[in-house]
């Protein structure tokens, strides 16, 4: 193994990123690449990148400017360009940034290997029929008791500012049958808990037996694998919450209490705007039957702040809406234009009436987040451990919340499941007392 070659990759944007940048090493495995965590050691870099926010997209380019004197010194090396700025941008990267071989875009991924040895200088950003996860080898590797698995992929719902449907393409779901495969694959290896990937994964239908399977009847069979103990899901539209998911929520004990229902603003006119089709009212009543059939579930959203045309009335609107569900943990940005997006053509919102806007939502969510979090002080919860902590004789897991909780463990595996007490809140954690194992 001492001639392998080396693969760095560099993962940005969200988790589905992060399941295709895996699949992405473990087929260029089979082109005799052996990942490593040092830049210094790699024959090819490997960007995995986000294009939703300006932001996220500068990110590439600062980074191709850092490898270019990496490059100098080590002319073989590859560096290849993948992800959601790989689709939106093509053989631009290419003309841009002498150091870039190969642009990749996130539905040709399977055709990775071949394009690396053919060698040369190279775009696909084609959306082929095939699946490119039936078309890439089965997954092998699992890296702890946690996973992520994609099930749907691609977005048909044009919001106005968003970019997804034109980087990830229409939507597609996986078939049943090649999910549970790689669910129980997983299981074999250990993994504990899965989470379900899709830009709206809540609109899965994907080929089953006997007809086509929603994401609720998914996620009853996942719950039948031996050794699975905890799912999740994200990301939800919140105009395919079906009831059999709803009711899933209420009867399925795999099924984690924790829900990411992005809502992006409280105001209609904004909404109506976004092209989102629900109602701030919709979303409420929604809430509420969540929260009938799952009490206890904790609710997260996603927020923009200073989208074109939004006023001060429909601001308060969405801090209103805020305070009405109450969540438990959210992400608010900054709108940013991005290109070829219908809102990008409009009159944007002064900086820093935008910048003040924003303050005030993650001041207001934050607030919440930590109220949510202090009321678990005195409960007990379950924690599946991920990883050691910083201090001696301590474990970090999740709790069934999704809430990090610190626990004085020297006994402690990664991969257990234990009961704990809560005994403490900070900024972004909890902290307990182990009371059992394997509840
Ligand atoms: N498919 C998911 C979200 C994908 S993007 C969904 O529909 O919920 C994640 C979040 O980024 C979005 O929910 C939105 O809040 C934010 N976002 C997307 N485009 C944006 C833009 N142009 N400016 C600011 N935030 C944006
Ligand atoms: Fe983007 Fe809207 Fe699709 Fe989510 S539902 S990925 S925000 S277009
Ligand atoms: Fe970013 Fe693409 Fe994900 S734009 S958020 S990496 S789908």
């Not at 059999?244 to 984690?256: E, R, V, Y």
């Not at 702040?305 to 959210?330: K, M, S, Y």
Request: aromatic share 6%.
């Amino acid at each position: 193994m001492t001639d392998a070659k080396k693969l760095f990759v560099k993962t940005y944007g969200c988790q589905m990123n992060v399941y295709d940048s895996d699949r992405m090493a473990e087929a260029l495995g089979g082109a005799g690449y052996v990942t490593t965590e040092l830049l210094d050691e790699a024959d090819m870099v490997l960007l995995n990148t986000c294009h939703i926010r300006e932001k996220a997209s500068e990110k590439l380019y600062s980074d191709l400017g850092r490898l270019r004197a990496l490059k100098a010194a080590k002319p073989g090396l590859k560096v290849g360009v993948a992800g959601c700025v790989a689709q939106a941008e093509g053989a631009e990267i290419l003309r841009r940034s002498p150091v870039v071989d190969l642009v990749v875009g996130p539905q040709a991924y399977h055709r990775l290997p071949e394009m690396v040895k053919a060698g040369g200088r190279q775009v696909d950003t084609d959306f082929p029929v095939e699946d490119k996860f039936s078309s890439l080898p089965d997954r092998k590797v699992s890296r702890g008791p946690t996973a992520f698995l994609t099930v749907q992929e691609g977005c048909d719902k044009f919001c106005a500012f968003c970019v997804v449907p034109y980087t990830r393409g229409a939507e597609v779901s996986r078939p049943a049958a090649r999910i549970l495969d790689e669910a129980r694959g997983l299981a074999a290896q250990g993994v504990r808990e899965i989470t379900l990937l899709g830009q709206n994964v809540n609109a899965y239908h994907g080929e089953g037996p006997h007809g086509v399977w929603g994401l609720a009847r998914l996620l009853r069979a996942l719950a039948e694998i031996d050794g699975l103990e905890r799912l999740r899901y994200t990301t939800s539209h919140p105009n395919d919450m079906e009831d059999d998911l709803i009711a899933a929520h209420g009867d399925l004990p795999q099924l984690m209490p924790y829900l990411h229902l992005p809502v992006q603003s409280g105001s209609d006119r904004i909404l109506k705007a976004m092209n989102r089709k629900h109602t701030a009212e919709t979303y409420l009543r929604l809430i509420d039957r969540v929260r009938a059939a799952r009490p206890d579930i904790l609710l997260s959203s996603d927020f923009i702040a200073g989208f074109p045309g939004e006023t001060d009335a429909d601001f308060r609107a969405t801090l209103d809406l805020i305070r009405t569900v109450g969540f438990g943990q959210a992400y608010s940005f900054k709108y940013s234009p991005r290109p070829g997006t219908p809102a990008a053509e409009k009159t944007p919102v002064a900086a820093e009436v935008a910048d003040a806007r924003l303050q005030e939502l993650q001041a207001l969510l934050t607030a919440q987040q930590r109220a949510v979090q202090d009321a678990m002080i005195g409960r007990d919860v379950t924690v599946l451990y991920e990883k050691p902590g910083r201090m001696p004789g301590q474990m970090i897991g999740k709790s069934d919340h999704l809430h990090a909780v610190h626990v004085g463990d020297p006994q402690g595996r990664i991969g257990q499941l234990v009961r704990v007490r809560v005994l403490a809140s900070s900024s972004n954690s909890l902290a307990g007392g182990k009371l059992s194992e394997n509840p």
